[in-house]
């Protein structure tokens, strides 16, 4: 009994300590920092910050909003009443959504891009003695039936640019192409995880094509255990004509109340100091062309010279649409 | 003097509700529904299947999860053995566990005939929610005098008589309630149908989430967020009417017996059943490609530095403790107080709001709820707690329904007779009787804090993460290494939880 | 329905609580075993009931040798010291309990019940819920529902302690009568020596 009231009041004191560590620590004018809203997965690492600070007093907190898609539709409801002063990470397919919403004070900028394409298990296709794939048709060939895993393109980021990859591609033929596709057998699964880490067989599933990202190859050479040689090859690679270009943006947001001190963060992203810091942590390729490629980019990471791109203006106005055609064919 | 007092005691879990969940809800129905088509929502093609499919499955899953958990339940209520508080942390502890890793420990368990089906998940659900049957309807179970089954027996009730006629009557309101609130997590259940169901599958949450995140169609996603939870308030309300019955007495009985044939089985069954997926969770973290390797727990543990590859697990593990220990301070006293007094069932009805309530929807409310001086509480670092607690609330009522007969006495007579005395005897003898009630809904606060994910992720966190999102960023990672660090991390949270869970059913149980 | 017990032992925790114990009971007979407590009474009665499995001997209702019948299918009705009655059945439920275990039909339900409580004086408490019922009350209650299956034996567990001294009179000539009137075949263990001279027919002493 006595125990249970001690307990229960140490409980009691914890909160008390937040209510007060609340009362201190919301609304104080401070220009001296900065909220950068991004979404869930952005870990730059430690001290990416360190320089903007050093260069102009402002530390920067780090404001994690969902993921990129929640992140967007958080902003737009609260656009002139922003929830911090700069948001990292509005990809293209969300873009003109935002800016339609007025999230933006001023135009975004162009912070960072990746391809999603089809990635695949060299070791597996070699073991069957196939192949790679090369570009979309390939996909369509009886070689590769049975052996490709797509995410639902409803419910998936990868899943969605693979779609619009196709639909970039084949123009208003694309439900054709669907059609063929679905035919070979290919499986749809909801998420990325399910599709990398259950059905692709580098992970010890069946299907040896995956639609992933540009940068995965070279994430299973840098997290590879046991560790690998130096000089061995990248176990995967990617179907160099099968990648769908994402765009990533940031912007000072609208009703912020530091909008001089949010253009220095903004110039300080897409700066080389911070953009060197990108490919090896978000796995993206920066946007600043002064930065040099790290080796394991270099090494394994495919070069992507023509992937497909969509317009965002088109993408919002028939995203609807071409998903549920899409559900339509492939998931009924 | 009497009523006065007891109506005030229910404010503190409505003042919950009202702050988080209904005042934000009204807010964004005005703003968003106003004007606009509501029937126009469920003519999308997907929508109505996926309140259909919410439907269906969510009474199936409850229905079965009730069925295949009174047997675990009966046995670790009546029965006495090594290990039986250990068994009731491992049936507990799914609750805590993100869907991502469950996901991937349930697909490497399950045949491969199974994966991506309605069974699939169905299994899921029974896995998560069992926990709940137990603890609800197992303190009904344990202060049954055995005296009561033997009399029936002499009757001429055989065990299957026993069960239907006697423990089945008994049980029934406590099946009632943990089927209620079994019903509202199996409707609202999100991550478990993406990784174990088909594609496609979807329930309400989920096609609310598209609408709202995907589509941008916030409006239409609002419509359907207010119909998911005012459907499951009605249905809860309505269901509950036939609840009347009345509580005997929860008595702290010491289980006497040990173990017979038939209970042994199924305390192996359970066992068994429960400790695969976890096993299967703890085996990957360890194992990568082929070979055994420890990478993914010195990463875990700040033991060895990957480059790329940030996680700051004692920054996590800290904001999780805290939140949960920080909604637990909320919700039990809270709870406490509203079950001893609320006498009317709609205060149960009211605090299942929070639940029911898709995560995208609330957290857009209180977005736009809270979003202007002086109610700026979109970055209070309470905002989360508190929105745990209201999630976890029911389940802390539901525990503690045991106190409604334990009433304190009037406090108009306190005054009369001088005082201390009945107080006195309240909180030294019938307090404690209250102790395992009171362990239950600190251990489901706990659990469902440490494991809340939708909501969490949801609103704007600054700086910290919690241990669940944690693990779904590395589980979003390409490599080996992000994915047996995630997988350390859950079974990190497993142990975590459990640890809580038994030190808290220890001190309780004497 | 005569009752015969045969070089009965029984042992728990080391601890022996009865040694080679034998007894007859004849048909329509009421017997009561009178001893203290400890010495092995209500052990003696679980163990006709079938609640315990005993170590040696052996338990015979009508000739027919029960000890390895399990409890619900050896007719034997029970009346526990503390009622045991079921809190979520009215009176009547309560006492239709062992008829609707047996399948009986509603209207034979009824019409038992209907006479049982009659016998037991309770016909107007028909509805009432079990835990508004006094001392007495819920004996009578208890009596009825072990009655009403018409058991072969009937077995009661020292059924007038603890019920004050008037109570305790009346009940102790109702349930003589009832016993007589219903033929009922009766074991009854007491450590009150009158309350057995009251009730039964034939007393046995236990040490």
């Not at chain 1, 990202?213 to 299973?220: G, I, M, R, V």
């Not at chain 2, 969770?281 to 727990?297: C, P």
């Not at chain 3, 114990?21 to 009421?30: D, M, P, R």
Request: glycine letters at 6%; hydrophobic letters at 45%; one cysteine or more.
């Amino acid at each position: 009994m006595k125990y249970s009231l001690a307990h229960k009041t140490s409980r009691l004191v914890i909160a008390l300590t937040l209510i007060s560590l609340t009362a201190c620590g919301s609304d104080k004018p401070n220009t001296q920092e900065l909220t950068l809203i991004a979404y869930e997965s952005f870990t730059p690492p430690v001290g990416a910050f360190d320089a903007f600070t050093a260069q102009t007093g402002i530390k920067v907190t780090i404001a994690l909003s969902g993921d990129a898609g929640e992140m967007v539709a958080k902003a737009s409801l609260t656009a002139g009443n922003p929830e911090g002063d700069v948001m990292w990470g509005v990809d293209n397919t969300f873009i003109s959504r935002a800016t339609d919403s007025e999230v933006f004070a001023g135009e975004p900028v162009a912070v960072d891009y990746g391809d999603v394409c089809v990635n695949y298990d060299i070791a597996a296709l070699a073991e069957r003695g196939i192949d790679a794939p090369r570009t979309l048709d390939d996909l369509l060939s009886s070689r590769y039936a049975s052996m490709l895993v797509i995410e639902n393109a409803a419910t998936s980021s990868p899943g969605l640019a693979f779609l619009l990859a196709t639909i970039a591609a084949f123009g208003d033929n694309w439900p054709n192409y669907w059609e063929k596709l679905i035919n070979n057998d290919v499986l749809i699964v909801d998420t990325w995880n399910d599709a990398y880490y259950t059905s692709f067989t580098r992970y010890g599933g069946d299907r040896p094509l995956v639609v992933s990202y540009a940068t995965s190859p070279p994430a299973e050479v840098i997290f590879a255990s046991p560790p690998m040689a130096t000089d061995a090859p990248a176990p995967t690679s990617v179907a160099t004509e099968t990648c769908f270009r994402q765009t990533e943006y940031a912007g000072i947001l609208r009703g912020t109340k530091h909008p001089a001190e949010s253009q220095l963060l903004i110039d300080y992203l897409i700066s080389k100091d911070f953009q060197t810091l990108l490919p090896e942590s978000l796995f993206v390729y920066p946007i600043n062309a002064d930065v040099e490629l790290p080796e394991s980019f270099i090494k394994y990471a495919p070069h992507i010279s023509q992937p497909f791109t969509l317009t965002s203006n088109d993408i919002a106005t028939h995203r609807e649409s071409w998903l549920e055609q899409w559900s339509d064919i492939a998931l009924r | 003097m009497r009523k006065r007092w007891t109506r005030l005691a229910s404010a503190p879990a409505l003042v919950v509700v009202a702050v988080s969940t209904a005042l934000p809800l009204i807010v964004i129905s005005v703003q968003e529904i106003r004007g606009h088509d509501i029937f126009a929502i469920w003519q999308r093609p997907g929508v109505a299947d996926a309140l259909i499919f919410s439907l269906w499955q969510g009474m199936l899953s409850t229905a079965l999860t009730i069925a295949f958990g009174l047997f675990p339940t009966w046995v670790l209520a009546r029965y006495r053995f090594a290990g039986r508080s250990i068994l009731v942390a491992l049936v507990t502890v799914p609750f805590v566990l993100p869907t991502i890793a469950v996901g991937a420990a349930f697909l490497a368990v399950l045949p491969t005939s199974l994966h991506r089906t309605t069974w699939a998940i169905l299994l899921a659900h029974i896995f998560f929610n069992i926990s709940v049957v137990v603890r609800t309807v197992g303190p009904l179970w344990r202060s049954v005098d055995q005296g009561l089954i033997e009399s029936a027996q002499t009757l001429g009730a055989s065990p299957a008589q026993v069960y239907r006629r006697l423990l089945l009557p008994i049980a029934r309101p406590a099946i009632i309630s943990s089927g209620s609130l079994i019903f509202v997590m199996c409707f609202t259940s999100y991550g478990i149908i993406q990784i174990l169901g088909g594609p496609g599958l979807a329930t309400l949450d989920i096609e609310i989430y598209r609408r709202a995140v995907q589509l941008g169609d916030i409006s239409g996603a609002t419509v359907l967020g207010i119909t998911q939870t005012l459907c499951i308030a009605c249905a809860f309300a309505w269901w509950s009417r036939s609840q009347g019955a009345q509580f005997s007495k929860i008595e702290d009985r010491k289980s006497a017996r040990s173990l017979n044939r038939s209970s042994r089985v199924i305390v192996f069954l359970t066992t068994a059943a429960f400790t695969a997926p976890i096993a299967a969770l703890i085996f990957s973290s360890l194992h990568t490609r082929d070979s055994w390797s420890l990478t993914g727990w010195k990463v875990l543990l700040g033991l060895q530095d990957i480059r790329g590859l940030s996680i700051d697990l004692p920054s996590a593990l800290a904001t999780s403790l805290v939140y949960a220990l920080a909604a637990t301070a909320i919700a039990v006293p809270v709870g406490m107080a509203a079950t001893a007094f609320a006498r009317r069932h709609w205060i149960h009805t009211a605090v299942l709001l929070p639940l029911s309530t898709s995560p995208v929807v609330l957290g857009l409310a209180i977005l736009i709820t809270y979003d202007r001086a002086p109610f700026d509480f979109r970055s209070s670092r309470l905002l989360i707690p508190l929105v745990h607690a209201a999630i976890a609330l029911p389940f802390v009522m539901r525990a503690m329904i045991a106190i409604a007969n334990v009433i304190p006495p009037d406090l108009g007579h306190a005054a009369a007779t001088l005082g201390a005395s009945p107080w006195r005897r309240w909180l030294n003898i019938d307090l404690p009787l209250l102790r395992p009630a009171l362990a239950t809904g600190v251990a489901f606060s706990l659990a469902m804090s440490l494991g809340e994910f939708g909501a969490t992720s949801f609103l704007t966190r600054r700086n910290s993460s919690t241990l669940p999102i944690s693990i779904a960023n590395l589980f979003s990672r390409a490599g080996d290494i992000p994915r047996s660090t995630g997988m350390a991390a859950a079974t990190l949270l497993i142990f975590i939880t459990g640890l809580l869970v038994i030190s808290v059913d220890r001190r309780s149980y004497s | 329905m005569s009752l015969s017990i045969r070089h009965l032992s029984f042992s728990y925790n080391k601890r022996e609580l009865l040694n080679d114990f034998s007894l007859e009971v004849a048909s329509g007979q009421t017997m009561a075993i009178v001893g203290p407590s400890g010495s092995g009474k209500s052990t003696l009665l679980r163990l006709t009931a079938g609640l315990l499995v005993a170590s040696h001997g052996e338990i015979l209702i009508n000739g027919i040798n029960v000890s390895a019948t399990p409890t619900h299918l050896r007719s034997v009705g029970l009346v526990f010291q503390d009622n045991q009655l079921f809190t979520h059945l009215n009176v009547f439920n309560n006492v239709a309990f062992g008829l609707k275990m047996a399948h009986q039909s509603r209207s034979a339900i009824a019409a038992r019940c209907d006479e049982l409580l009659n016998l037991v004086g309770l016909t107007e408490f028909s509805q009432q819920s079990v835990s508004t019922l006094s001392g007495g009350q819920a004996k009578r209650v208890a009596l009825a529902r072990a009655l009403a299956p018409k058991p072969q034996v009937l077995l009661l567990d020292e059924p007038l302690t603890g019920l004050d001294d008037e109570l305790h009179d009346r009940l102790a000539t109702d349930l003589r009568q009832i016993l007589q009137t219903s033929k009922t075949t009766a074991l009854l263990v007491t450590h009150d020596l009158a309350e057995a001279r009251t009730i039964a027919d034939t007393i046995t002493h236990l040490q």
